[in-house]
């Protein structure tokens, strides 16, 4: 019933933006102190650079107003943690760790994956202690604002009055006014067209134009005509093995914690336990993971009977990792303390790269590194003969073998849809002077990835006026844009007063249908405005709406049926919905005192939100 509140609730992750309540965001990297370049913003004395805020979008291009909001929830996230570590707050290993194997994309069947941990890291070039660093500033933003998301007091009367309203419904129709339609009673002679044309002549002009000749050079295409045979694919795996994946080991352990804040007696005692441990599972190794299960205190690995899949050298802590790639399989280690407490390790296996499932890899390296040099080679020639042979690019398709191709029109400062020429390196070249007006081939070009292209002018149109004759469909449908608009809503304001006195226009209205404030159907908001701000009183009712594509809607409301009382979920989806906004508001005042609090200067704030 209000799956509005569901998709539209006021969250507290609107104002935080990027922070993650649960853990799956990770958008947001520690930020930098060691860096060369300006920062963008200073909260007391914690520095957000232009990498923050890159990251925080997750490298996608954005507008200036993304970028700005994108600063500003950076700014929120670090005056939440500038309040923690005046307040003495840090994130212990323990919550980290917890955090960690809590994450959804960590796990399989529902437990920790090393593995997965170890492909999350690599996929984000990113070692363990920087993702700890991260989470670890995940949590106490967490803690900063958990008493804001609990503990919301919303009363039954503001729970009655927001279902009400949202379970509401209202029975309407629709009539649509539209310019066209008003077409056949529009002035639109040629007098009329002319006298636009004539008001708005710098509107219909064409812009300078050109057309491409041009030819390419890359990379890519160049590997593709290169041919490796298996035996050469083979010889260059055994000597480059290594290049083509590491050895990973799959251990399981069984963990004994250790208190962060725990006695050297404490330790100790723990340390007599694990060795107890020890002495079990070499006495009976088929037992270990059985006694993992039972005794590993190792949340998410745990229940796998210590499992913690195949990893890589450098994803565990150094003193396990040390231990783990100097086992043989099979073998049982001694006692092992980390920071985490004491482990037990016990190989189960070891995954070494081998040459079939690394074929494909190794050919498509051997081709790019031929044709890295080809193409080293053939970029000095197609520089030399672009210049040589200035007037035309026949002498690089013969020696070359490039193939001549031939561009759309093209015109300054718009981007053209053919990727190749979509690089604005490109339509800088061909309206420089040398290009254009010399007729002279062009420098090579890089484009990015490895690729070449040399244009020259095949076609050139300057600036110049459009006659009316070739704008006349153009004009037209502008002038009944504007003028038509003008008369739809003139009429149906005289049609919506007859309604409203209880006349009869024709007009030509669509079927009914029910639309609420919780299911508005297409309603645009607007609308939904003037929908249900009629009174039900006196039905039916009628609203108009002038849209800015220029149609004037008139809405009729035939029937207003109550909202039905709520289910028990229903109630409660609403007091968490009205709690919420309670949550955001005091949050929100909670940021502002914290803002004036602590100093935030931001030099280059508008520099920040207008890069691209």
């Known amino acids: ?74 700014i929120r996230q670090d005056l939440l943690l500038t309040d923690a570590k005046h307040a ?29 941990y170890k492909d999350f890291l690599q996929a984000r070039y990113m070692t363990p202690e920087a993702f700890e660093a991260q989470i670890a500033r995940e949590v106490l933003l967490q803690g900063q604002i958990s008493t804001f998301v609990a503990g919301q007091f919303v009363s039954h009367t503001q729970v009655d009055s927001l279902a009400k309203l949202l379970g509401e419904q209202r029975t309407v129709q629709v009539a649509v006014l ?3 339609s008003v077409a056949a009673d529009l002035k639109l002679d040629d007098a009329t067209l002319k006298a636009y044309y004539n008001a708005n002549a710098k509107r219909f002009r064409a812009p300078e134009a050109i057309k491409l000749q041009y030819v390419m050079l890359s990379q890519a295409a160049l590997a593709d005509t290169i041919s490796v045979s298996d035996a050469e694919a083979q010889k260059f795996f055994n000597e480059h093995s290594a290049d083509f994946g590491k050895e990973e080991r799959r251990v399981s352990h069984i963990l004994l914690t250790v208190p962060q804040n725990a006695t ?24 270990f993971v059985e006694i993992a299960k039972a005794r ?27 231990v783990a790639f100097n086992m043989k399989p099979g073998q049982i280690s001694e006692v092992v303390e980390t920071q985490f407490g004491y482990h037990i390790l016990k190989l189960d296996d070891v995954k070494t790269p081998d040459f079939a499932t690394a074929k494909d890899a190794v050919i498509n390296r051997l081709k790019q590194t031929k044709a890295g040099a080809l193409f080293r080679q053939q970029a000095d020639q197609l520089n030399e003969l672009a210049y040589q042979n200035g007037d ?42 040398d290009v254009l007006k010399k007729k002279h081939n062009s420098e090579p070009i890089d484009i990015g990835n490895n690729t070449l292209l040399v244009v020259r002018i095949a076609e050139h149109q300057p600036e110049h006026q459009l006659t ?23 009429r149906g304001q005289t049609a919506l007063a007859e309604l409203q006195k209880g006349g009869s226009p024709v007009l030509a209205w669509s079927a009914a249908h029910q639309v609420s404030r919780n299911n508005l159907a297409g309603l645009p908001l607007s609308d939904a405005r003037s929908v249900f701000s009629l009174s039900g009183a006196k039905l039916p009712a009628y609203a108009g709406v002038k849209h800015d594509n220029g149609d004037y809607i008139i809405y009729r409301v035939n029937a207003v049926t109550a909202a039905p009382a709520p289910s028990g979920a229903e109630r409660a989806q609403l007091n968490n919905a009205l709690g919420e906004v309670s949550a955001n508001a005091q949050l929100s005042a909670y940021l502002q005192t914290l803002r004036e609090e602590y100093k935030v200067t931001m030099p280059r704030q508008a520099q920040a939100v207008d890069q691209q």
């Open 468 to 490: 009316l004759d070739e704008v006349k469909p153009q004009v037209r449908n502008e002038l009944i844009a504007r003028d038509g608009a003008k008369l739809v809503e003139k």
């Open 264 to 287: 050297a007696a404490q330790k100790a005692q723990i340390k007599t336990q694990a060795e107890a441990i020890l002495k079990q599972v070499r006495a009976n190794p088929a037992k």
């Open 88 to 116: 003495g707050l840090v994130a212990s290993t323990d919550q980290v760790r917890r955090a960690i194997a809590a994450i959804p994309a960590l796990q399989e069947n529902g437990q920790f994956s090393a593995s997965r």
């Open 296 to 322: 590993s205190q190792d949340p998410g690995s745990a229940a796998n009977g210590g499992d913690l899949g195949f990893f890589g050298r450098g994803v565990m802590v150094k003193q396990f990792d040390d």
């Open 1 to 74: 019933m209000f799956d509005f509140v569901q998709n539209n609730s006021v969250a507290i992750k609107v104002i935080l933006g990027a922070v993650a309540l649960t853990f799956v965001g990770f958008g947001v990297s520690s930020y930098s102190s060691i860096t060369d370049d300006p920062y963008l913003a200073k909260v007391d004395g914690t520095k957000i650079y232009k990498k923050d805020l890159d990251r925080a979008l997750e490298g996608q291009p954005a507008d200036a107003a993304t970028r700005q909001a994108a600063l500003d929830n950076l």
């Open 392 to 433: 035309s690019l026949q002498a690089l398709v013969d020696k070359l073998k490039l193939k001549p191709e031939t561009s759309d029109w093209l015109s300054r400062g718009k981007a053209s849809s053919n990727p190749r020429l979509a690089n604005p390196k490109v339509l800088d070249a061909a309206f420089s002077d």
């Open 178 to 180: 539209q310019p066209q």
